[in-house]
């Protein structure tokens, strides 16, 4: 793919296929030099905004804040990180088109989604009700996938660091495009861990956040005798209607393997390849066994 980049004292810009000079311009002027009343969501590493350039093309900018602890915008390891990102090709993975950095205004240029995030979507009950069981399932699918290539086939491997709903995006027919790679690092082969936190809470492993395997507290949660009591099916989304039996026997899988995801022990759980692997088989099971079987039992089930 041609790319143009255009290096002077203010500016360093790359964006693929494009003249990064007209592009910079070109954005400025879309977003009226970053009006808050065009800004369509604001995050810990920058506030996006939606743009359509001069040719057309609708796209999601997202400028940057200020690093901290002195690092520059330009700095090589952020340009490290967005070079590598620059090079993932998935279908489930937000598509980056370039960058820019500026003395005025740093900002990444992506693919824009017009549906948002699942957050935005999941928490109003009017689209919610519009994203069925099959399209859930799809998601849930295309997650797993899109963290399975970035852990096992990218090199070096790289690490998203803050997933949550409000990092998962949908386009218009709900396909899913994992963004925000503001915390993202690559895995290098010396290194297993990191000594800051990155993340968002309720989302982050718990040894993570605790600096230790907590195993007691892990038991604790997927233990619990009335947690192991309750039918599957009073824990699921009630705004929908029943499951169809195909999508129903995903389902299974699907909370199964949520659970498996929280082992006491980090080594216990599956990888995402793992996970993407269980997702693609094709099993079914006792017609109502979705109705009747608890969480206790479903831990234990074969998939």
């Not at 002027?29 to 920058?46: Q, V």
């Not at 500026?102 to 519009?130: C, M, P, Q, T, W």
């Not at 218009?172 to 800051?196: C, H, M, Q």
């Amino acid at each position: 793919m041609q790319r143009n980049q255009i290096e002077c004292t203010m500016i360093i810009c790359c964006v693929w296929n494009y003249d990064g000079n007209i592009v910079y311009e070109d954005i400025i002027e879309a977003t009226e030099n970053f009006s808050p009343e065009l800004c369509i969501g604001i995050g810990g590493y920058g506030s996006v905004y939606k743009a359509e350039l001069s040719t057309g093309q609708v796209v999601a900018v997202k400028k940057l804040h200020p690093l901290e602890n002195g690092v520059g915008r330009g700095s090589k390891a952020v340009m490290d990180e967005i070079s590598a990102l620059s090079e993932v090709r998935h279908r489930n993975i937000v598509k980056l088109y370039g960058f820019c950095s500026h003395a005025r205004h740093s900002f990444i240029i992506s693919e824009y989604l017009e549906r948002g995030s699942l957050s935005k979507v999941i928490n109003d009950r009017e689209e919610a009700g519009k994203l069925d069981w099959a399209s859930r399932v799809n998601i849930v699918k295309g997650v797993a996938n899109a963290f399975s290539y970035l852990h096992h086939d990218c090199s070096p491997p790289i690490v998203h660091r803050d997933i949550s709903s409000n990092n998962i995006l949908l386009d218009s027919e709900y396909e899913v495009r994992i963004s925000d790679f503001g915390t993202a690092r690559l895995l290098k082969p010396d290194s297993s861990n990191w000594t800051e936190l990155a993340g968002t809470y309720g989302y982050v492993a718990p040894e993570v956040l605790m600096g230790k395997h907590p195993g007691e507290f892990i038991s604790s949660v997927t233990s619990s005798a009335t947690g192991q009591n309750v039918l599957l099916k009073h824990v699921v989304d009630e705004r929908l209607s029943p499951p169809t039996l195909p999508v129903s026997h995903k389902l299974l899988i699907i909370t199964k393997l949520a659970f498996t995801c929280l082992n006491a022990t980090p080594e216990s759980r599956p990888t995402m390849k793992d996970l993407s692997w269980e997702l693609s088989k094709h099993k079914s099971y006792n017609s109502d066994l979705f109705y009747t079987i608890t969480l206790g039992k479903l831990m234990h089930l074969e998939v």
